[in-house]
């Protein structure tokens, strides 16, 4: 197996994009949490489109998870997550331990407005994205790259990003991805290894049911009905619906018809133990 440069320290990193800055070349992050699939392999793919060096974060980040979650066990396959990486040809994997990314005595979170709150995945897990949002700006300035990409797997996620770094003047673009899905349309995650063989068959649902949605939507149903009968759908079928919501594909605010502007459909439903999310445009 060809090798990959594993960098433990931010100095380690900054040395290496600083080489690559100096010699012409254009540097790429893609931060991820591990557990790779196909997905965060497509990201890797897509960052190689813009520049010819490619960093791999890998990360999990215990500031993004409550008390209550998945930090513990969350799924960790780093020799296997490299083996993937080397084989698309990614040059370098960060992967710090916690002390590097949070020292005794940090303090400090990055307060969001705007897309971190709507209404959706933060008003179930209402600190996750101000952890999201702290990590990636650490990224981002440790990384020095000039780009990162992000799949649009986690919407919500994506416009919080691209707004913080906007707004805060990191000097990174964000490059969004469309979502790697299994043939069944289930949505690649980490989490789905998580799934029982029961709840598998269960889990493309949801794409279906967003899928009719948009349709009945572009056909100008009544939007609100047509939300409502998904949710129950989603109900009927043994899940546990956070939400799932019509919304303005740029702000995320609500919307009540086409009329509004582009929409998304964005869900979140528990199945068993395991936290399913999934969107697509009307
Ligand atoms: P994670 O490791 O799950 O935190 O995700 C790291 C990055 O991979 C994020 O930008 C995600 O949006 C992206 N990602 C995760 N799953 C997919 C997928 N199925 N398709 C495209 N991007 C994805």
């Given at each position: 197996?060809?090798?990959?440069?594993i960098f433990e320290t931010v100095a380690a990193m900054?040395?290496?994009?600083?080489?690559?800055?100096?010699?012409?070349?254009?540097?790429?992050?893609?931060p991820t949490m591990g557990a790779?699939?196909?997905?965060?392999?497509?990201?890797?793919?897509?960052?190689?489109?813009?520049?010819?060096?490619?960093?791999v974060s890998i990360f999990v980040n215990p500031t993004q998870f409550a008390p209550?979650e998945d930090f513990k066990k969350y799924p960790r396959t780093f020799?296997?997550d490299?083996?993937?990486?080397?084989?698309?040809?990614?040059?370098?994997v960060f992967f710090p331990p916690v002390e590097e990314m949070y020292p005794a005595g940090f303090a400090t979170r990055v307060?969001?407005?705007?897309?971190?709150?709507?209404?959706?995945?933060?008003?179930?897990?209402?600190t996750h994205?101000e952890g999201v949002a702290t990590v990636c700006c650490k990224l981002f300035t440790q990384s020095?790259?000039?780009?990162?990409?992000?799949?649009?797997?986690?919407?919500?996620?994506?416009?919080?990003?691209?707004?913080?770094?906007?707004?805060?003047?990191?000097?990174?673009?964000?490059?969004?991805?469309?979502?790697?899905?299994?043939?069944?349309?289930?949505?690649?995650?980490s989490?789905?290894?998580?799934?029982?063989?029961?709840?598998?068959?269960?889990?493309?649902?949801?794409?279906?049911?967003?899928?009719?949605?948009?349709?009945?939507?572009?056909?100008?149903?009544?939007?609100?009905?047509?939300?409502?009968?998904?949710?129950?759908?989603?109900?009927?079928?043994?899940?546990?619906?956070?939400?799932?919501?019509?919304?303005?594909?740029?702000?995320?605010?609500?919307?009540?018809?086409?009329?509004?502007?582009?929409?998304?459909?964005?869900?979140?439903?528990?199945?068993?133990?395991?936290?399913?999310?999934?969107?697509?445009?009307?």
């Amino acid at each position: 197996m060809s090798q990959i440069a594993i960098f433990e320290t931010v100095a380690a990193m900054r040395a290496a994009v600083a080489g690559w800055h100096a010699a012409g070349d254009k540097v790429g992050l893609v931060p991820t949490m591990g557990a790779l699939h196909e997905g965060h392999v497509a990201l890797v793919r897509e960052a190689q489109r813009h520049a010819r060096r490619v960093i791999v974060s890998i990360f999990v980040n215990p500031t993004q998870f409550a008390p209550h979650e998945d930090f513990k066990k969350y799924p960790r396959t780093f020799d296997d997550d490299c083996a993937q990486l080397v084989a698309a040809g990614a040059d370098a994997v960060f992967f710090p331990p916690v002390e590097e990314m949070y020292p005794a005595g940090f303090a400090t979170r990055v307060l969001l407005l705007g897309p971190a709150a709507v209404g959706l995945d933060d008003r179930f897990r209402p600190t996750h994205f101000e952890g999201v949002a702290t990590v990636c700006c650490k990224l981002f300035t440790q990384s020095q790259a000039d780009f990162a990409v992000f799949g649009e797997k986690d919407y919500q996620q994506l416009k919080v990003v691209t707004r913080m770094a906007a707004d805060l003047d990191l000097g990174i673009e964000i490059v969004p991805l469309a979502t790697f899905r299994e043939p069944d349309g289930l949505a690649m995650s980490s989490r789905n290894r998580y799934l029982s063989a029961e709840h598998r068959a269960l889990a493309p649902l949801l794409h279906q049911v967003l899928q009719a949605l948009a349709a009945r939507i572009r056909n100008q149903d009544p939007l609100f009905q047509a939300v409502s009968e998904a949710q129950t759908e989603i109900i009927s079928a043994g899940f546990e619906l956070d939400y799932l919501e019509a919304r303005h594909a740029q702000t995320l605010a609500p919307v009540t018809s086409l009329a509004d502007g582009p929409i998304r459909l964005l869900v979140a439903a528990r199945i068993g133990a395991t936290r399913l999310i999934d969107n697509i445009a009307v």
